[in-house]
Structures are given as structure tokens and as C-alpha cells.
């Protein structure tokens, strides 16, 4: 349970329909396998005691007796286990029976839930023995004083972001399902213990309901159906077990016997998406609350982190995702062209990764507005630290895009601006360095005035964030094209065109996907680069890594660096992790006054850094306790 993560289960266990010793029998002992395997949020089928298919069984004085005294020993044997379990049982209340749902931790039965909505078509009938369970009553059951509490929120002392409530089955299937108002009465997890049979398609439909319930709800769901031993007079069960979390299948049982799925849920996530997002608006008071205990252990996580948090993990994915993230920044642009009634563009395009970008997405922009591509002027501006490599690429690139040409040698520009400085020419300091950038700036800008063009900014989303850019140089332009794309998507995108362009094209932008990323603002060594940014301020996977989760979901620096741990383990280690990750919480704070007067730009993803939308910070904002965190690390 520590940082949040709940390793919840989804059990169908082997059952006998209407034997309630067999079925309590395997579901203690299958309440213990779940707790052994580190589960806290233990989740049985509906009418899991009994069996769901006992039909007018329900009615006979033996099976409610069993069921009740089934409860009581469940219950018993729970008194050890730390878990909140969840199991399904008929449940006796003056004339009527509740399909109910019992809530027990640590030895006590905390209440019971009722099924809401109780349907009455095709093959189900359970309005034959059923009523819906829109009532609230105390009563003695299983040795237990509880209560029936069809609106209820179970909730963790110990951990108040474990919140759970329940609906039954049939209670997704409806319009307005009572997991909506669960949710917003507080609870971050949903359990549904269901009896859903099979048919031909409906594995799809269900895993889709619980897919979009999770996320309507911004929260979790755990789905556990009834399968092997369920009477097959008429019916299929299957026991299709579902987690999902805020829109994410995190686990799906294979169907057709008897199975546990297990999930690590991330309640703290859960909490900020909530905290985030002012529509997800608390219900009235309506709901009743009860709570538990439950310890707080360090329980090993079988969730796994991908590497590149920006970036879909099948191919299909990527290549739907960079297609639509071009048609964005396209599209920004042409906007913007068309507003302005400009019809011609400026990029300073250095041979590197993100011009590149940049000129890929103009391109596609220009051609959306049928504006001839020579109306694209690309500006390569070589100095000190240029070398024939990414010189070369930049004027193949333009060439094979058909694009206008310009190349303007800054170094004699620098040269006298140095002697107006004073600033000494073999002193390779900051000042040597952002002098060219802002020299190429003021190129870009003087070239854009001249030819009523709009300069396009390069600098992307990972460079924001760590400050990697020249103050009023490379960090300005008039439309930021790139800014909201991270570096390691920049080489998705960049490779996706390449690889649906023709000769030459392809082989020039397969040649700047190998080139090392650089400002090239150092001489070269032996005509190579020798000023590889990634040896300067880390690797951009990890930097990546890092913002995703810090900004996307407001992760403290130690859980970022846990859950690192796991993404990066074999490539990096602890020590290099640890070390990068102080370097991008310092630098992120540090740099943020450059964030302040970004120029526009499209937002393309979830994670944006612009100051007139997903992001704000005050640029003097102190990295402390950031940073104070990581130093008990080590």
C-alpha cells in the first residue's frame, strides 16, 4: 500500500450451486491465497456463497440458513487477513431477499450491499425471488448488528485515498449505474461482483462497460464473475474478470474456469486526476460512510512502467499517434497562416532533430493550405560548433522538401560581437554559447519581418522543461510548433515520416535519427560533435519519464524514482536515476521564468508546459521539499 498502489483481486472460485460449505470452503481458502499474494481489496462473484443459478432454491429456509451461517465463518476467518473482501450473498430481510454484497475486514462484517436494479428479461428473471435493494436497514445477520446500505462508501483509516463501493452486476448495465454517484460521494475503487453468462460477442461489450465506467468515474473497477460450477441447464459463465483503472484494462482473466486476476491500482493517481479536473464534483451528503483498518505494508508491485510514458507500446498505436499528433501541428499552423493571411514561413533548420520536426510539420501545414513549399524559407546558419554532417542534412532536408534556402555564416557577426562585448573568443563559457543562438534568433526574426513570414520556433516540450534554450534565442519565436512534444516522441514522429517518404528524403531523415542531439554551439572534435546534450543535462528517456509523471499526475520526486526503478531496471542504475532526477527537479524549478513568456504553440498530448494552459507555477518558486525528499534516498 505504500505511495498508493493497491494490489487489488478479482477471484472466481470453483463452486457447487447450493452447497454453501463447498463454496465457503473455497472461498476462504481462496481469500488466503489472494493475501498471501499481497492483495488488500479481495473481490468475489455476486451470490458467490450460495451460486447465482439456484432459482426458486432461493426461497427454501435451508440454502438462507447456510448462506448466513456461510458469512459468519467467512467472516471468522478473516479476523487475521489484511484485506477488505468482498463477497456475494442472499440476504433475508422480513418478507423480502436482497441480492446483497458483504463487506468484511479484519473479522468484522462492516454492512451489506444490495443489488439496485434486479433484471427481469431474456434469461434472467430475479424479480422471481429478488427485490431491489433501494432500502437502508439495521439488522442481526451472521452473529454480526449491521445495516443493508445500498449507498455506501467503505473507507481506510489508515489510507483515506482507499475508498470502495459497490453496485452488482446489473447495476453497470443501466443508464446511470450507481458507481456514478459512488464516486462522487468519494469512492476511488468500484467493485462489482456479477454472474454475467456468456455468449458470442458480449466479452468485448463488457470489458468495454468496465473499461468507460473507469473512466466516467475517474477511478477503478473491479469486476469478478462467477464461472466454473455454475449451472449450465441453460446458461455459459465464464468468469471474465476485469480491472480497469481510470480507462486502462490493468488485468483481464482468461475464461472459462476457476481464476484470480490481480492488479496493482495507484489510488494516490486516482486522487490527483480527481483533484485536477474541478468537474468531478462531490455528490450531496446522502451517502453512508464506514470505515476500516488496514496496515500499511510495502506490498512488491507487479504493475509495469513503460519506459517511454509518451509513446503507445504497439506499433499500430504509434504510428495512429504520430500521424495525429502531425494532423495537430499542422493544422495550428494553418490556422494560424490562414488568421494572419501569411503565407510564408521562417525555420532555422540546423540538420538536428526538432528543426526537423519543425519543418515536417510546416510542410504538411503548406500543403494542407495549398501554399507553394518555396514559400518556405529554411535557414541554416553555420558557426563554430557546426559540422559538415548536420549541415549536409539541412540543406538535403530543404532540397528534398522543396523548400527555399538560405544560408547565413553567423561567425563573423559573433566575431565582432564578441569584440563589442569583450568577451574573449577561446573562453567556450555561456556567453559564447548563447551568443550564437541569439544570433541566429535575430536572423530568424530579421529575415521573417522581410519576407512577411512567421518564424517558427523548434525548441520542444523536454528542452521547456529542463530549460535547455537560449533566453529571448532559441527559446523565441512566433509559433512554437513543437512545444508540447516530447524529445523521445519528436524520434517517433520524425521516423514515421521517414519511413512513408521516398528516396532521398528517407535516407536524410534516417541520417538525422542517428545524429547525436546537439546545439552545436562548441567546436567540433576531429569534424564530429563534441557538445552531446544528453551527457550535459541526462538522457531524455529518463527527463521524459520524470515530467510525465510529475506533471501529468503530481507524483512526489520518491515515487517518480520508485517507479523509475522499475521502467529503466537493467539500463540504468538506482545511483544514475537518483542523481538525473535531482538534476530535473532543480532544473524544472530553476527554469520556469522561461516558461513564462513561451510564444504560442499547439497543445498535442495530455503533458503541456505552455503558461496560458495546463501548466502554471510562480517562476521563483522554491525545488526544497522536492528535493529534501530525494536526499533521504540518498
Known sequence: ?????????????????????????????????????????????????????????????????SAEASIREITAACKNINALVVVGVPVR????????????CRGELLGLVPKLNIPNYSEFYELRHFTPGDIKRTISYAGFETAILPRAVFLCRSMP???????????????????????????????????SDEIVGKREYRKSLVQLQSARTVGAYIYSDCGFGESTTDLVYSAHNIIAENGTVLAESSRFGANI?????????????????????????????????LDIADTPLERGFDANPFVPSDKYDVDSRCAEILSL???????????????????????????????????????????????????????????????????????????????????????????????????????????QARER???????????????????????????WATYNGDHMSMYAINSSIPKTL?????????????????????????????????????????????????????HDFFLYYFVRFGFKPSKIYRIALIAFEGKYTPQIILSWLKVFIRRFFA??????????????????????????????ASARLWLEELDKIG
Request: aromatic share 8%; hydrophobic share 40%; net charge negative.
Open 1 to 65: 500500500m505504500k505511495d498508493g498502489f493497491i494490489k487489488a483481486a478479482a477471484v472466481s472460485p470453483d463452486m457447487r450451486v447450493s452447497d454453501c460449505k463447498y463454496n465457503t470452503e473455497e472461498i476462504i481458502k481462496n481469500i488466503k491465497t489472494a493475501a498471501d499474494a499481497g492483495a488488500v481489496v479481495i473481490a468475489f462473484p455476486e451470490l458467490s456463497v450460495t451460486g447465482y443459478t439456484c432459482s426458486d432454491l432461493f426461497l427454501q429456509q435451508t440454502l438462507l440458513d
Open 93 to 104: 430481510y422480513s418478507t423480502c431477499l436482497y441480492n446483497c454484497a458483504a463487506v468484511i
Open 261 to 293: 486476476a490481480y492488479a496493482d491500482i495507484d489510488v494516490f493517481r486516482l486522487e490527483s486526476e480527481r483533484r485536477r479536473m474541478n468537474t468531478f464534483k462531490p455528490a450531496d451528503n446522502s451517502a453512508e460512510y464506514i470505515y476500516f483498518d
Open 591 to 620: 527554469q520556469q521564468f522561461k516558461r513564462s513568456c513561451l510564444p504560442d504553440g499547439p497543445k498535442v498530448g495530455s503533458v503541456t508546459l505552455s503558461p496560458r494552459g495546463d501548466f502554471r507555477m510562480p517562476s521563483d
Open 161 to 195: 485515498q482507499l475508498s470502495v463501493g459497490i453496485e452488482i452486476c446489473e447495476d453497470l448495465w443501466v443508464p446511470a449505474p450507481p458507481s456514478g454517484f459512488l464516486s462522487q460521494s468519494g469512492a476511488a475503487v468500484i467493485i462489482n461482483p456479477s454472474a
Open 329 to 435: 501541428q499542422a493544422t495550428g499552423l494553418a490556422t494560424r497562416l490562414k488568421h494572419t493571411g501569411i503565407t510564408s514561413a521562417v525555420i532555422g533548420l540546423s540538420g538536428g532533430l526538432d528543426s526537423t520536426l519543425a519543418l515536417i510539420a510546416t510542410v504538411h501545414a503548406f500543403d494542407m493550405l495549398k501554399i507553394d513549399r518555396k514559400n518556405i524559407i529554411a535557414v541554416t546558419m553555420p558557426c563554430f560548433g557546426t559540422t559538415k554532417r548536420t549541415k549536409g542534412n539541412a540543406e538535403k532536408l530543404s532540397e528534398a522538401y522543396g523548400t527555399s534556402l538560405l544560408e547565413i555564416n553567423i561567425t563573423e557577426a559573433v566575431n565582432r560581437h564578441f569584440a563589442d562585448i569583450d568577451q574573449d573568443p577561446d573562453c567556450f563559457d555561456i556567453t559564447y554559447e548563447n551568443s
Open 441 to 467: 534568433t535575430q536572423v530568424l526574426m530579421d529575415i521573417a519581418n522581410k519576407n512577411n513570414a512567421l518564424v517558427i520556433g523548434t525548441g520542444d516540450l523536454s528542452e521547456l522543461a529542463l530549460g
Open 490 to 542: 519528436v524520434r517517433y514522429i520524425t521516423a514515421y515520416e521517414s519511413e512513408r517518404a521516398q528516396q532521398p528524403l528517407s535516407g536524410v531523415l534516417r541520417d538525422i535519427l542517428n545524429t547525436p542531439v546537439s546545439p552545436e554551439l562548441l567546436p567540433p572534435e576531429n569534424g564530429d560533435i563534441s557538445q552531446r546534450t544528453e551527457e550535459i543535462v541526462g538522457p531524455y528517456e529518463l
